[in-house]
Nanobody, 125 residues
Framework: QVQLVESGGGLVQAGGSLRLSCAAS????????MGWFRHAPGKERDFVAA????????YYRESVKGRFTISRDKAKNTVYLQMDSLKPEDTAVYYC??????????????????WGQGTQVTVSS
């Protein structure tokens, strides 16, 4: 059974950095894309970034390009989201998700099969 466990959230001032981790277990992920989504109060769950597990190809929402970096460590079965230059509008619960596909630029939540429980990120102004 696939399990995704996020960690690394917290409270940070605007302009600061956080690194989120997603520990994945339960199967091999060589034919998966791993994604990060976020859900702010009163808004829909939005795509943030994705990475193809096998080839490392990445895809980002426009508003985080140049500030966020998604990566994966195959040996540790872990996906990371490095978030720099954080803004108050980045405040949300961040979720890790897995999609059995090799296509990385599919930002819809309905494409993803497995989800973690989420980790809270709060950016103060």
């Amino acid at each position: 059974q696939v399990q995704l466990v996020e960690s690394g959230g917290g409270l940070v001032q605007a302009g600061g950095s956080l690194r989120l981790s997603c520990a994945a277990s339960g199967r091999a992920f060589s034919d998966y894309v791993m994604g990060w989504f976020r859900h702010a109060p009163g808004k829909e769950r939005d795509f943030v970034a994705a990475i193809q597990w096998s080839g490392g190809f990445t895809y980002y929402r426009e508003s985080v390009k140049g500030r966020f970096t998604i990566s994966r460590d195959k040996a540790k079965n872990t996906v990371y989201l490095q978030m720099d230059s954080l803004k108050p509008e980045d405040t949300a619960v961040y979720y890790c998700a897995a999609d059995r596909t090799l296509v990385v630029d599919q930002p819809s939540i309905y494409e993803y099969d497995y989800w973690g429980q989420g980790t809270q990120v709060t950016v103060s102004s």
